[in-house]
């Protein structure tokens, strides 16, 4: 029976190194090979090293040997947190850290001389040590133990403000810190929750858009404002960033200029940011307001989507539905929807805008109620039939008009009474306080 599992392994562990053989050689000759090329390769290395780990000792594999192949080159232990130097060699990121802080510009193991200090996290050897080690019943090292953002190690932090010094230095060096804190601080919590503990990390952050043209140069644009996005996410830092002088007028001019990744993520870090409701002021009283409509009235769909989501938020305070009414929402909004554009999104926002006095009038058109109850009528979607009535209600419930003009509708189509049957709860109400309105104002419509 072992001797017949030996044959399937050595059969499955061929196929692999065939398949291996056909992707390495496409990635050699081929320039513009997809990244899913490259992770098929490491796919298939995992696959080749969780073989030989299920390999008896008779096949030549030991632990032994095996846990010499998961020491770091620099300090001899195994590693916790395995990462690619410059120079392609692999080593513990608290050693080979220091190494560098230490002002070495050279590669311990191979001699080499360094064009870059950014270090990568090889993902591979991780995923390999992990498994190593709950076959070996080992406890994991504690630097990867602690990778779940919980806990941050001090030389994470010597690694963090390299990177912000970087950002004082040449253009390249700029780009290089940029790019590793964009990654950073999407795959590693902890890096979000420890980056506003340094002195003015913000302002240095952004240093580089703030002393050009933020679109003077796109990918170096994009990489920062997105690692604003990323930072954003960790609660304490929505505060101190939005309060950040700087920080509001970049994401503004950034939703104005740059690729479509920045102008979009720009509007997701004010969607993120405006959780607050202080931080929903301070957003409403800056020039946010006009890009983001602008964004949403021509952007990449993409684009549309988020500042879709930073306007409703935003829009929740009563100050900001004036100034949204003022800069001309309600049209773009009404002609989206009818354009049949984020839709559910868009009524939303309509909804929580139509309970300020100054857009009733905007929206007291026939056509926009006609448009409002064939809405109800088609959609699949509760929510969206409640926003809806809902923005009927706050449009027509003083303006005996427009009740007429659904007092009609209802006689042909009974949407309202459909709705104030088969409705959430509060689309009842609203649906039935507008049937209740009509029927005082109009007694012979329950005739009708």
């Known amino acids: 029976m072992a001797k017949q599992e030996e044959l399937v392994a050595a059969g499955e562990e061929t196929e692999l190194k065939k398949e291996l053989e056909r992707i390495v050689k496409m990635i050699l000759e081929e320039d513009d090979y997809g990244i899913e090329i490259t992770i098929e390769a490491i796919r298939i290395m995992s696959c080749l090293a969780n073989l030989k780990m299920k390999k008896p000792v008779g096949l030549g594999i030991d632990h032994k040997v095996l846990s010499d192949k998961f020491k770091c080159p620099h300090s001899g232990e195994i590693m916790g947190d395995p990462v690619v130097l410059g120079s392609g060699q692999t080593y513990d990121r608290p050693h080979i850290q220091k190494w560098l802080n230490d002002g070495n510009l050279t590669c311990p193991l191979s001699k080499q001389v360094l064009t870059h200090s950014i270090l990568t996290p090889n993902c591979l050897v991780r995923e390999l040590i992990s498994r190593w080690c709950k076959d070996c019943g080992i406890a994991l090292p504690k630097s990867y133990q602690d990778s779940d953002g919980d806990v941050i190690a001090e030389v994470d932090r010597i690694y963090?403000?390299?990177?912000?010094?970087?950002?004082?230095?040449?253009?390249?060096?700029?780009?290089?810190?940029?790019?590793?804190?964009?990654?950073?601080?999407?795959?590693?919590?902890?890096?979000?929750?420890?980056?506003?503990?340094?002195?003015?990390?913000?302002?240095?952050?952004?240093?580089?858009?703030?002393?050009?043209?933020?679109?003077?140069d796109p990918g170096l644009q994009e990489d920062l404002i997105t690692t604003v996005l990323n930072l954003?996410?960790?609660?304490?830092?929505?505060?101190l960033l939005v309060e950040n002088p700087v920080v509001i007028p970049l994401l503004s001019e950034s939703m104005k200029f740059g690729t479509i990744e920045t102008r979009r993520n720009a509007a997701a870090a004010l969607f993120s940011l405006s959780a607050l409701d202080s931080n929903k002021i301070i957003i409403g009283n800056s020039d946010a307001l006009v890009p983001l409509l602008e964004l949403l009235q021509e952007g990449h769909p993409l684009a549309m989507k988020d500042a879709a989501s930073a306007?409703?938020?935003?829009?929740?305070?009563?100050?900001?539905?004036?100034?949204?009414?003022?800069?001309?929402?309600?049209?773009?909004?009404?002609?989206?929807?009818?354009?049949?554009?984020?839709?559910?999104?868009?009524?939303?926002?309509?909804?929580?805008?139509?309970?300020?006095?100054?857009?009733?009038?905007?929206?007291?058109?026939?056509?926009?109620?006609?448009?409002?109850?064939?809405?109800?009528?088609?959609?699949?979607?509760?929510?969206?039939?409640?926003?809806?009535?809902?923005?009927?209600?706050?449009?027509?419930?003083?303006?005996?008009?427009?009740?007429?003009?659904?007092?009609?509708?209802?006689?042909?189509?009974?949407?309202?009474?459909?709705?104030?049957?088969?409705?959430?709860?509060?689309a009842r109400r609203k649906a039935g306080g507008i049937l209740a309105k009509i029927f005082k104002a109009f007694p012979s419509t329950h005739s009708a």
């Open 311 to 426: 306007i409703f938020n935003l829009c929740i305070p009563p100050v900001n539905k004036a100034k949204f009414t003022e800069i001309g929402a309600v049209d773009i909004i009404l002609q989206k929807i009818k354009d049949g554009i984020l839709v559910d999104e868009l009524l939303g926002i309509l909804a929580l805008l139509s309970t300020h006095h100054g857009a009733v009038d905007e929206l007291g058109d026939p056509d926009t109620l006609q448009c409002l109850l064939k809405i109800i009528r088609d959609s699949d979607s509760e929510r969206t039939k409640e926003n809806c009535v809902a923005i009927l209600y706050d449009v027509c419930i003083k303006n005996l008009a427009l009740l007429m003009v659904i007092k009609t509708e209802e006689i042909r189509k009974h949407t309202l009474a459909e709705l104030a049957e088969t409705g959430t709860p509060r």
């Open 160 to 216: 963090l403000n390299s990177l912000l010094e970087k950002l004082s230095s040449s253009l390249s060096d700029q780009k290089e810190a940029a790019k590793e804190l964009r990654r950073l601080t999407k795959t590693t919590p902890s890096y979000r929750t420890v980056f506003c503990e340094f002195n003015d990390a913000i302002s240095r952050l952004l240093s580089p858009l703030s002393q050009r043209e933020v679109e003077s």
């Open 232 to 239: 954003s996410i960790h609660g304490s830092n929505k505060k």
